[in-house]
């Protein structure tokens, strides 16, 4: 240890001193062949997307695209987001009032505010070193009163799919995968979203590819598409085709419009090129950094499928871990800790104000009331004490596809450094 370079954060030269670029996937790729798509749509006038033919429709051609690359029977681009995505797929799924749904501590507080949107009872279980859903915690939250599981595939790391659906099925529980962070991720050789009852995708802003704003549901099951369809158009009956079995009922307007799909379908013919590439940087980065005997890397449930835009990994406590994100940081690395008291992070479920509270929109107190509601979900900052702790050690680094080698490069260096010097 004697003979390691001085950090910088002791006054040695950093191993990068220009900054290492950022960039948001989908976002930083808009260029001529997007702006050509929107500019069709609106010389077109006809945005509002039943007045096309599903021939010319971008909307409907942005379904068949995810229908061909999921592998899923059926889908249904939305304008709201992923959160309206993941409330619509909710009514699909039949899950409301008087339900728990059962959600990861690390999730954005989208998952949670779809459940509360529905009347259902977000439940919180844990996750584990693979900073997603731990299936064991998920079962031994389970109670009468559980309808759905909501896994989410947090910064494009697959969950622990298999273990899921098992209990998922012995319990007779419905899965809706949150796909809103790993767009184009698979699991064993499936496509995230695919595998349980229904998956939820985002194409906001930050997200892997972008509609501006935007969402998309899968299923494989036809009722589950009709019903997440007139949840997402309070008219649906009246455009929807002849023989649909199911009794319609109210929904609000999650409609897409032709121009964010016309974005979203470019955006689309982009994805591969955008997941080889951070797939290879993370690789490549992780391959040079995997013998450090200081750090222990994220458990990845299958590092084939990972979308390889975010890494991270663990010190042995929380303390180190600040330690070593601010010397890596001097380093010319932009890294952060994961849980930290001063951050309100709304990722981390204790951040999540209205839940943990039980601040509801309605006079009722809705979806805990008594009237509806007969269980006993409880919240308080200590709940999930795993999460807590495996995010308290964690540090992240953001990956995208315009990082080069070299930077990779100098990640790697600049991670073996305080490594060893720390
Ligand atoms: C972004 C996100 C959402 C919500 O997507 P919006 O398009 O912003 O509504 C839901 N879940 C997760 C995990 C997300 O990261």
């Known amino acids: 240890m004697t003979s390691s370079p001085r950090l910088a ?20 790729e808009i260029g001529d062949r997007e702006i050509r798509a929107v500019v069709k749509v609106l010389k077109r006038r006809k945005i509002f997307r039943f007045l096309n033919d599903p021939k010319i429709s971008e909307s409907a051609q942005l379904e068949a695209a995810y229908r061909k690359y999921t592998g899923c029977r059926h889908a249904l ?5 992923g959160t309206t995505a993941l409330v619509a797929a909710l009514v699909g799924l039949g899950v409301g009032a008087g339900d728990e749904v059962i959600i990861p501590g690390y999730t954005y507080i989208a998952t949670a505010a779809a459940c509360l949107v529905v009347n259902a009872v977000p439940v919180i279980c844990e996750i584990d070193n693979s900073l997603t859903m731990d299936p064991a915690d998920m079962e031994r939250k389970i109670t ?3 309808r759905a599981i909501i896994p989410v595939h947090m910064r494009g790391t697959p969950c622990r799919m298999r273990e899921i659906m098992r209990i998922a099925r012995r319990h007779k529980l419905l899965v809706l995968e949150d796909v809103a962070q790993a767009n184009g991720g698979s699991y064993f050789g499936r496509k995230l979203g695919s595998i ?11 997200k892997v590819i972008t509609s501006g704003e935007g969402g998309l549901v899968i299923t494989n099951h036809k009722k589950i598409y009709q019903r997440t369809t007139i949840a997402h158009d309070s008219a649906m009956v009246f455009w929807a085709r002849d023989g649909w079995k199911v009794r319609p009922f109210a929904g609000e307007n999650y409609r897409m419009c032709e121009l964010r799909a016309a974005l979203g379908l470019v955006q689309f013919s982009r994805i591969n090129d955008i997941l080889a590439r951070c797939r290879a940087i993370k690789r ?8 450090l005997p200081q750090i222990e890397l994220q458990d990845v449930p299958d590092p084939k499928g990972d979308c390889g835009i ?9 303390k180190r871990a600040r330690q070593f994100s601010e010397a890596l940081n001097k380093e010319g690395v932009p890294n ?29 107190g809705l979806p805990w009331s008594r009237a509806v509601y007969k269980g006993h979900a409880k919240y308080s900052r200590n709940m999930c004490p795993q999460t807590l702790h495996w995010l308290g050690r964690a540090i992240a680094l953001h990956l995208h596809q315009h990082l080069t080698n070299r930077d990779a490069d100098d990640i790697i260096r600049a991670i073996r450094k305080v490594a060893q010097a720390l």
């Open 77 to 81: 681009a939305l304008g709201g987001g």
């Open 144 to 146: 009468r009163y559980t």
């Open 310 to 318: 975010s890494l991270a990994f663990y010190l042995p406590d929380a």
């Open 336 to 364: 952060g800790t994961m849980f930290n008291q001063g951050i309100p992070d709304r990722h981390i479920y204790c951040h999540w104000e209205y839940v943990m509270n039980k601040w509801s929109r309605d006079r009722l």
């Open 284 to 291: 490549r980065i992780v391959a040079g950094i995997a013998d």
């Open 9 to 28: 954060i002791r006054g040695g030269r950093p191993v990068r001193r220009r900054p290492i670029p950022y960039s948001a996937h989908g976002t930083s």
């Open 196 to 206: 349980g009852d229904a998956g939820a995708f985002s194409f906001q802003h930050y």
